[in-house]
């Protein structure tokens, strides 16, 4: 498939043979310790092993200071950063050059408004990431099953490369890349049976969906 996929919050073998068996491109592995997807480093080092060659992986964070990164980066080996907390452009531009890693900087969507914020991150990030704004009283700032209004997307610079996320899933994956026709995409609690609960079933049924919407985009 000529689109980015990136499976986030993996923790078993199961699921992650599962994400290579569907073909993604992107595995990602939580390092948020409020998540229910929340993995230790040193497992997801071991996990990661079976993508090798396969899939990139792709440590996430939220406001994580250098002492965990340099964990999660030790034992994870990952090949992209995201970080999906408050970290102003310095924070990120300071990341990328610690690690000699890309970076990829996610952004809380609501309207089309919200993606002024990214023009001050446009010369550190090397990707972004759009996910819908948290629910109120949610913990989390992604994984949270919600999503926001695509279409706003067509207004977006075309030269801008992200991932879209928020809410995805086997029944609305169609519509999503119909409408926003995004260079990437990533999904999370769309293919869980319970929150943190990779369901090998939900995931090919993921796959298995995106390719029929891209087929019929292609005919």
């Not at 071991?46 to 340099?70: C, I, S, W």
């Not at 319970?194 to 369901?199: I, L, R």
Request: aromatic share 6%; glycine share 10%.
């Amino acid at each position: 498939m000529a689109l980015d996929i990136k499976i986030c919050g993996l923790k078993t073998p199961e699921t992650i043979a599962a994400a290579m068996d569907g073909g993604a491109t992107h595995v990602g592995f939580i390092f948020f310790e409020k998540s229910p997807r929340y993995i230790a480093p040193e497992l997801a080092g071991e996990l990661r092993k079976a993508a090798l060659g396969r899939a990139l992986a792709v440590a996430v964070t939220v406001d994580a200071d250098d002492a965990t990164l340099d964990r999660i980066v030790d034992q994870l080996h990952p090949d992209l950063l995201q970080l999906h907390g408050k970290e102003l452009p310095a924070r990120v531009d300071a990341i990328g050059a610690r690690y000699s890693l890309p970076v990829m900087k996610a952004f809380a969507i609501e309207s089309a408004a919200d993606f002024a914020q990214i023009d001050a991150y446009r010369s550190v990030a090397d990707r972004f990431l759009f996910d819908a704004k948290p629910p109120a009283g949610s913990e989390l700032p992604g994984g949270n099953g919600v999503s926001f209004d695509w279409p706003i997307l067509a207004g977006l610079d075309p030269s801008v490369d992200y991932l879209l996320s928020g809410g995805l899933n086997a029944g609305n994956i169609g519509g999503a890349l119909r409408l926003a026709n995004p260079p990437g995409i990533d999904v999370s609690s769309g293919v869980e049976s319970a929150p943190g609960v990779k369901d090998v079933r939900l995931i090919d049924a993921f796959f298995r969906a995106t390719r029929a919407a891209l087929a019929e985009t292609a005919a």
